[in-house]
């Protein structure tokens, strides 16, 4: 039975998915509108012709870019060598995902749903020892589930006043040579049930849930005001890539219509266009009606396409990528530039912080596994909090005139601070720009001593 939160919501996780995924599972969900006498496979041959610029996909990948160009930094305190946990860095979910590409994932499906689930799981064993089950490979991995397979969960509320997850079920489907297989999992703090379907034959099997907890939390995309659910960020922009679909599709028409006449004739009138619409005339249409063309507007095409370039604007808004995405042609001042950055880096800063709280949470769940106490364990893990975004080219030309000014003020201070920053701007490298700043001050020092010693 799926809860509220599922049901809801299901038809934009759908919208949202195949507004990333594009290509095929796009033109299957049908976005575009019908036109009147229109017929199925006339909208069809449509669909086919229209191409798709896919505003979604390149909103989160460029989030995913930003975020990910440093990897996080992780101390694993007294586990540096917990052969498990290693091994789950090296391999996060047993198919070969190191775990930094496993959140990487789970960053960009976050963004895409709002919310991804991540369930910490470990197979059984019959082993005896701990150093039994580290020979057989019996660890803890990882599986994230979006939320069109989680449908149902519940949260309640605890003594103390935070909310614990009491109640999770999740399905898989997937094709064998055998057939379709559906496999349903649902999890209490007390038993773990699963049911596996294959064809018509279903086969249930119950166990005692051995942490006594759920091993599933919530990845966010931002800070939720409702458990198991968040904030797309496509939630907006899916729509206006829609209207931009459905803009190229009218382009698309009007292009075929004015580079090709269409044929208006009588039924019986032996002619033919090339690749041009044909138009049958009314039977009762009088016989001295001649064939004649009709030619398409082709002013048209420049409203549509200064709309469409109007909308991709909208969405550079809406995403706060106007910085990074669009090229002025206008001059815009400084401060609206860098208030465009502080605004993005803010929004960076708060989806990095959701995945330092989800890994904490999974770190959380594999201690209660493994039976290690996880609040003295000393992990930590630190995502960037302030990413470089900044108009370099803009910023050089600073530089260039600040320095310009200065040679008219007689201080090697000044000089000195305003080439530490030239380098911080044109090396991207930190170890290099420290040796810089270090070599710098030091010529600074050196020119100091030489002059106290002349005066």
Not at 136 to 158: A, M, N, S, W
Not at 303 to 318: A, F, P, Q, S, Y
Request: with cysteine.
């Amino acid at each position: 039975m799926a809860n509220s939160v599922y049901t809801a919501n299901t038809d934009d996780w759908k919208m949202f998915e195949a507004a990333y995924k594009g290509g095929r599972a796009w033109k299957e969900m049908n976005y575009l509108y019908q036109y009147i006498n229109e017929s199925a496979a006339q909208l069809q041959e449509r669909v086919k012709q229209t191409p798709l610029e896919n505003h979604c996909e390149g909103v989160v990948s460029t989030y995913s870019g930003f975020i990910w160009r440093e990897p996080p930094k992780r101390n694993l305190g007294t586990l540096n060598n917990n052969v498990p946990l290693n091994s789950l860095l090296h391999d996060a979910d047993r198919e070969g995902t190191p775990y930094n590409e496993f959140m990487k994932q789970v960053l960009i499906w976050g963004s895409v749903y709002g919310v991804v689930w991540v369930i910490v799981d470990k197979p059984g064993s019959a082993a005896y020892t701990k150093a039994d089950e580290i020979n057989g490979g019996i660890r803890p991995y990882l599986r994230f589930y979006t939320p069109l397979d989680v449908t149902d969960f519940e949260f309640t509320p605890k003594p103390s006043g935070e909310y614990e997850l009491t109640w999770f079920e999740v399905q898989e489907q997937y094709t064998t040579r055998e057939g379709d297989v559906k496999i349903i999992r649902q999890w209490s703090k007390d038993t773990v049930v699963t049911s596996t379907t294959v064809g018509k034959t279903t086969q249930t099997i119950t166990i005692k849930n051995p942490i006594g907890r759920i091993p599933a939390t919530p990845h966010y995309n931002k800070k939720s005001l409702t458990r198991g659910l968040s904030t797309s960020d496509l939630q907006d922009i899916a729509g206006v890539q829609i209207s931009i679909y459905n803009d190229l599709s009218e382009l698309t028409q009007m292009i075929r219509g004015a580079n090709h006449k269409t044929l208006v004739k009588n039924l019986n009138d032996q002619a033919s266009t090339g690749a041009g619409g044909v138009i049958i005339m009314d039977p009762d249409t009088p016989s001295g009606k001649l064939p004649y063309l009709l030619q398409a507007d082709a002013s048209a095409l420049t409203g549509l396409l200064n709309t469409i370039d109007k909308k991709t604007e909208m969405v550079n808004r809406m995403a706060h990528l106007t910085p990074v995405r669009t090229y002025r042609a206008q001059v815009v001042s400084a401060v609206a530039m860098e208030t465009e950055f502080q605004i993005l880096n803010t929004l960076l800063a708060e989806k990095a912080a959701q995945l330092q709280l989800t890994e904490y949470r999974i770190f959380e769940i594999f201690c209660a596994w493994e039976g290690i106490d996880h609040a003295n364990a000393g992990f930590e893990v630190n995502y960037p909090t302030h990413f470089e975004l900044r108009d370099k080219q803009a910023d050089l030309n600073f530089i260039k005139a600040a320095r310009e000014a200065a040679a008219m003020i007689n201080s090697a201070t000044l000089q000195t601070e305003l080439n530490k920053q030239l380098a911080r701007i044109a090396l991207p490298d930190d170890d290099l720009i420290e040796k810089i700043d270090k070599e710098l001050s030091k010529g600074k020092a050196a020119g100091q001593q030489a002059g106290s010693a002349a005066a």
